[in-house]
Each structure stands twice: as structure tokens, then as C-alpha cells.
């Protein structure tokens, strides 16, 4: 089975400063993982995805993330933080391929504030 | 263009009455989700479909009812047995186990509040 937790339920940056959102995943297989961002009122949208290639990763709207199987963590950063960062954001799990199972497993997220 | 839609985005209904959430998608996705997100929770999984037909139970499945009769479409169905219904609903859809890319896609979502 496989768990996610996000460290922080609430994060608050300055504009144009570093953003650090962790996730930090359990699984008995090897994993693939997701970041997803949710505005106010909206479903989810994929920000980017690790699939067992590259180990660093880069999404949308200029977001990265890194796996480091050592720590088993998937932390989401952006180098410079801009007003409509602000949102909640979802890491999920999922066993990879040849597993068996597709479904994910979310962490119960992390709301960024961008202060100006 | 391809996607999720959700109908209607706000819906509003009595206590003691069952209520029918729409879920379509154009993406030729096998696999179609249903999650209930409250403020704190992140998502909960409901019910969850792989194939037309086929529908299985997930982590809190009571009080809700759907179907699979067309590959396109996954109506969740909010029972008067569903103790606290309030919420926001998502439906999601991936290729499932005939793919071999394992995200999911969300649709907008709909806001249910029982009174």
C-alpha cells in the first residue's frame, strides 16, 4: 500500500522567493508520483509527473521537483514565486508500472500563500 | 477540445433527498473516478470504475450508488442514506490498465450543499 504525507498544511512565501512544498511517500514498489494544483472552486491540474526516467523533473508554470528514493521524497520547488502561485497543492502516489494498480493516493495538501 | 465535464457546478437539494452528480468525458479513457474533497481531507475516493459495466467501492463508498453503462460517462448518485453529503465532488479519469500513463484527469468539479 502506498501513503503520502505533506509536512505543512499552510505556506507562505514573499513574492519572487523560493518555493518549497514536501512530500514525502511510502511504498513497497517502485513509485510513480504527481504534483497537482487546485485554484479555489476548481479540479485538479497536473503540474508535472515522475515515472521512473529523469529523476528531476519539470512541470508547468516553471515547477520542478526532485525524487530522491533515499529520503522517499518528491518536494515541489519554484525558484521564484509569483501572485497567481497562490493555490492548494496535491502530491499523489501510485505503484509503477507492472504493479497491478493505477489508482492514486493523495497527500491532504498544502495551501501557498504569495505574499506581496 | 478533450476533457472532463461536471454538471451543474453548484447544486443545492434537502435533506432526505437522493441527488444525481454528472460526470462526461471525451478522452476515450477507460478508468473514471469519483472523489469527495473536504477542507483538510484532500480527496477521498468513492467509487471508482476500470471498464464499462464494472465498478468497484472505494475508501468510503457508503451512502453513494453509480453506473458504467457507456464508456463516456460516470453519474454519481448522493443517497439520503450518506450522513453528512455537503461537499465538493470531483470525477477523474485515466486510461486505466489498457494505458500505460497513470495520471489522472479532474473534472471542475461540483459543490453540493444539503440543507
Known amino acids: 500500500a502506498q501513503s503520502v504525507t505533506q509536512l505543512g498544511s499552510h505556506v507562505s512565501v514573499s513574492e519572487g522567493a523560493l518555493v518549497l512544498l514536501r512530500c514525502n511517500y511510502s511504498s513497497s514498489v517502485p513509485p510513480y508520483l504527481f504534483w497537482y494544483v487546485q485554484y479555489p472552486n476548481q479540479g485538479l491540474q497536473l503540474l508535472l509527473k515522475y515515472t521512473s526516467a529523469a529523476t528531476l523533473v519539470k512541470g508547468i508554470n516553471g515547477f520542478e521537483a526532485e525524487f530522491k528514493k533515499s529520503e522517499t521524497s518528491f518536494h515541489l520547488t519554484k525558484p521564484s514565486a509569483h501572485m497567481s502561485d497562490a493555490a492548494e497543492y496535491f502530491c499523489a502516489v501510485t505503484a509503477g508500472r507492472g504493479a497491478g494498480s493505477y489508482q492514486l493516493t493523495f497527500g491532504k495538501g498544502t495551501k501557498l500563500s504569495v505574499i506581496p | 477540445d478533450g476533457g472532463i465535464t461536471q454538471s451543474p457546478k453548484y447544486l443545492f437539494r434537502k435533506e432526505g433527498q437522493n441527488v444525481t452528480l454528472s460526470c462526461e468525458q471525451n478522452l476515450n479513457h477507460d478508468a473514471m473516478y469519483w472523489y469527495r474533497q473536504d477542507p483538510g481531507q484532500g480527496l477521498r475516493l468513492i467509487y471508482y470504475?476500470?471498464?464499462?459495466?464494472?465498478?468497484q467501492k472505494g475508501d468510503i463508498a457508503e451512502g453513494y450508488s453509480v453506473s458504467r453503462e457507456k464508456k463516456e460517462s460516470f453519474p454519481l448518485t448522493v443517497t439520503s442514506a450518506q450522513k453528512n453529503p455537503t461537499a465538493f465532488y470531483l470525477c477523474a479519469s485515466s486510461m486505466g490498465p489498457t494505458g500505460l500513463a497513470y495520471e489522472q484527469y479532474f473534472g471542475p468539479g461540483t459543490r453540493l450543499t444539503v440543507t
Open positions: 470504475s476500470q471498464i464499462v459495466n464494472d465498478f
